[in-house]
């Protein structure tokens, strides 16, 4: 894969400048200094030559094994909580059919059995190295941002632990955790029509840095051309 951040917005498409790593950091390390703050990253990839920023990313710098267990250790080295026993992954599905397809000892491995199926998070695809991983179409793209020579999509993917979101809300009038449900005046005597509506007071947002990673890579089915 590409590369590790944490600091980042979870929407910008903007990139940061990259300037070599302090004394002590792993090979291919890099330092990524933006608007938000500093950001570690490190590269890590199957390909030829290790990018050094998005607009270098190729069409074989794919997720692989090695970056989830990068990920995991260094958010037990952040203290960060996992959910219950797991961490969780948002993953799209072209990056995990690279990922669920490598091969070794040390690659995907039969996703963990649940003995409680309610457990099963709606578009789980398994457990692996201890995260949960929810593959969903709409995980970041950042579409062409990779190598100039092949035009090459850049995905995102997302580790998360505990405290990585914060929700807040209203206790005033009425508001609480959800939304109220409120209905409207009814003019229909047989009820065929029943106005409704809902208001909420809230919102959610960025908590703790440290319990976000972003790894990002291209995948071999993407659109790299």
Request: charged letters at 20%.
């Amino acid at each position: 894969a590409v590369r590790r951040s944490d600091s980042f917005s979870l929407n910008s498409g903007a990139d940061n400048t990259v300037s070599p790593a302090g004394a002590g950091a792993p090979s291919g390390a890099l330092k990524r200094t933006g608007a938000g703050g500093s950001i570690c990253s490190e590269d890590t990839e199957t390909g030829s030559a290790a990018p050094t920023s998005r607009a270098t990313v190729e069409a074989d710098d794919t997720l692989v094994a090695a970056n989830v267990r990068r990920a995991l250790a260094e958010l037990k080295g952040s203290n960060v909580m996992p959910y219950g026993q797991y961490y969780a992954a948002i993953i799209h599905p072209d990056v995990a059919y690279d990922l669920t397809g490598e091969t070794g000892a040390a690659a995907w491995r039969d996703p963990h059995t649940y003995s409680q199926p309610a457990e099963i998070w709606a578009g789980e695809v398994g457990a692996f190295q201890g995260f949960r991983f929810v593959e969903t179409s709409t995980a970041r793209v950042f579409a062409d941002a990779g190598s100039s020579t092949t035009l090459t999509d850049v995905y995102a993917t997302l580790f998360l632990g505990r405290q990585c979101l914060a929700k807040a809300h209203s206790s005033a009038d009425g508001n609480g955790p959800y939304p109220m449900v409120i209905q409207g005046p009814v003019t229909d005597k047989l009820r065929r029509n029943v106005p409704m509506g809902w208001y909420w007071l809230g919102n959610y947002g960025r908590f703790r840095e440290a319990a976000i990673r972003r790894w990002e890579s291209a995948s071999t089915i993407g659109t790299n051309a």
